[in-house]
């Protein structure tokens, strides 16, 4: 469908773009949001992207990533609510619907520092969902679908840090 002169989104053009940055030291900062991403690995490490966790679980991923010096010298990782996990959709991209930035080299047995991966299927969120605190927000990245489980379901978890 031509969209000139419709005054729709496809033809203006309007917002930012995605402008992400890789820090090479396994994390990725996006620089509309000012959020460090956490990049994932096919390595079996802590970072590795088909780990599965539950709701609870991720939050010891968490604790491990800040234990220590930190991950990538910072101790303030967290668990994104489902507002910041969504920003990562890239619409028209699929398996996984992320900038190529997060699904980039994604090859067996390579780390955060040499390739970035998605897996395409759910990602917890730190938000509850409110009818129901038994379940949580997630993303499905194989098409960037926001949905919500039961916090016992096996899901994927990225860690980010700053924002608001």
Not at 7 to 34: F, H, M, S
Not at 80 to 102: T, W
Not at 136 to 155: I, Q, R
Request: proline share 5%; with cysteine.
């Amino acid at each position: 469908m031509p969209c000139a002169g419709t005054g729709q989104d496809g033809e203006l053009q309007k917002g930012l773009g995605p402008a992400y940055v890789d820090n090479g030291d396994g994390t990725i900062t996006d620089r509309n949001t000012g959020l460090m991403w956490e990049k994932l690995s096919a390595d079996w490490s802590i970072h590795h992207n088909s780990t599965e966790y539950t709701w609870e679980n991720a939050f010891t991923k968490i604790a491990a990533l800040n234990s220590g010096g930190g991950f990538a010298g910072h101790t303030d990782w967290r668990l994104p609510n489902v507002n910041e996990l969504k920003s990562l959709v890239a619409f028209g991209a699929a398996y996984p619907a992320v900038s190529p930035e997060f699904n980039s080299g994604c090859a067996p047995d390579c780390t955060v520092l040499t390739c970035s991966c998605t897996g395409s299927s759910w990602h917890w969120s730190s938000s509850t969902y409110p009818s129901s605190p038994e379940r949580a927000g997630a993303v499905v990245f194989s098409d960037g679908f926001v949905t919500h489980g039961p916090k016992t379901y096996l899901n994927f978890v990225r860690a980010v840090r700053g924002g608001s």
